[in-house]
């Protein structure tokens, strides 16, 4: 797109319902809701909730029916018990676990993001904007039967699932959370609609540990599942080397008629469950490149969603309000302080000091993977992996 376009407002709607903070897993669990809410509050504080085109909106909970167009009626009636009985552990549907601590908003609250998930989804396919953002949703992990990595219900996998409901024939998923999107992927394994894409950090060092390059789908869907895993460490210039070097030539040779990305913050070097050292700059120009790409190959229809990000003041804020800012088409300057009405609502909040700045300082950049590589190193290796086992599925080159 280019840099004239990136400011000129585009049509929004950003799904928030206070209520979503209810997905709350109790005292001490890394995915505390506060981070919702003071991404909210930032938005407001920046005025994108009411600039031009910008339309703030809820929906309904998702219901029965549409939790089953991914998940087992067995599981649904599982979360239900356990918003009753959040005592009781059920190792099998993953409920009460180390990770997913049962709660009695558990079901109601899993169900609301969902919901706005969805309904992002219809009001795109839909026409009534070319842009939903639902920074709450993007839980990405949630198996059919059994909830994973803090995700009860996976509201990804049932956007995508209603916009084929509604008749889309090629659906796009991008994710570039920190942990490979693999509910989301798993969902779509063998459907050649759906191309799932996960630049995610290395399965030998972290959670779910899947998402090797080798996994390109399953028999009547062959390379459309795509995976990047990155080296521990790797900072903004290998992490953006790395996106473009997969993500620009797969959707052009997919032709998708929706996107939809997942914009988990816990890339970030500050994230205390992971060990990617990327900054919200770079965060802030991936949500610029997946906007660029929506109206390139989507006709501008794109869905972005939230996810994982445990640095709940200094990072996912800011991140997500970049994000909004992106689908808003009213970029904010990355050295635009933070509102001082924010920063106090920030330390009323958490009795934390609040980032004075919208960026960390840096100046992302990175080398064009066309002009050359190392064999020897291991970015390198990772993102001919992943070219080599799915561009030839597309007929590209590796």
């Not at 558990?106 to 169900?111: D, F, I, K």
């Not at 639902?134 to 049932?158: E, R, T």
């Not at 993102?383 to 799915?390: K, P």
């Amino acid at each position: 797109m280019p840099e004239a376009e990136r400011d000129t407002p585009c049509g929004l709607h950003l799904f928030w319902d206070e209520a979503v903070t209810a997905y709350d897993f109790g005292p001490g669990h890394p995915m505390d809701p506060t981070r919702l809410a003071l991404t909210m509050r930032l938005v407001e504080a920046l005025g994108l909730h009411a600039g031009p085109g910008v339309t703030v909106r809820s929906a309904p909970p998702a219901g029965d029916s549409t939790l089953r167009l991914v998940h087992t009626r067995e599981y649904v009636e599982a979360v239900k018990h356990a918003a009753e009985h959040p005592d009781e552990q059920d190792q099998r549907h993953g409920l009460g676990t180390d990770d997913n601590w049962s709660f009695p908003a558990v079901h109601s609250a899993s169900a609301l993001i969902a919901g706005q998930s969805v309904a992002a989804a219809e009001a795109v396919w839909r026409g009534e904007t070319p842009h939903a953002v639902n920074f709450a949703g993007g839980l990405h992990h949630a198996m059919p039967g059994k909830a994973s990595g803090f995700c009860i219900y996976n509201d990804p996998a049932l956007a995508i699932a209603r916009l084929l409901e509604l008749g889309a024939e090629r659906v796009a998923y991008v994710d570039v959370d920190v942990h490979h999107g693999d509910g989301v992927q798993q969902a779509f394994w063998d459907d050649p609609r759906v191309l799932t894409v996960s630049l995610h950090e290395h399965p030998a060092t972290l959670f779910p540990q899947t998402g090797w390059p080798t996994e390109t789908g399953g028999p009547g869907a062959p390379g459309t599942a795509a995976n990047l895993p990155l080296p521990a460490g790797t900072g903004d210039s290998g992490w953006l080397r790395a996106f473009h070097a997969l993500v620009p030539e797969l959707l052009a040779a997919f032709r998708p008629q929706v996107l939809v990305t997942q914009h988990g913050a816990d890339t970030h070097l500050e994230d205390p469950l992971a060990h990617l050292a990327v900054t919200v700059d770079a965060q802030r120009l991936i949500a610029e490149e997946l906007h660029a790409l929506a109206h390139e190959h989507a006709d501008g229809r794109w869905i972005a969603l939230g996810g994982g990000g445990y640095a709940v003041v200094d990072v996912v804020p800011r991140s997500w309000t970049h994000l909004v800012a992106t689908a808003a088409g009213r970029p904010v300057d990355p050295a635009t302080e933070t509102p001082e009405a924010w920063r106090a609502e920030v330390y009323r909040r958490t009795r934390r000091p609040a980032p004075l700045r919208m960026t960390d300082g840096a100046r992302p950049s990175w080398r064009d993977f066309d002009a050359g590589y190392d064999p020897a190193d291991r970015l390198d290796q990772a993102i001919l992996a992943a070219r080599r086992a799915v561009l030839p599925h597309h007929g590209l080159l590796p």
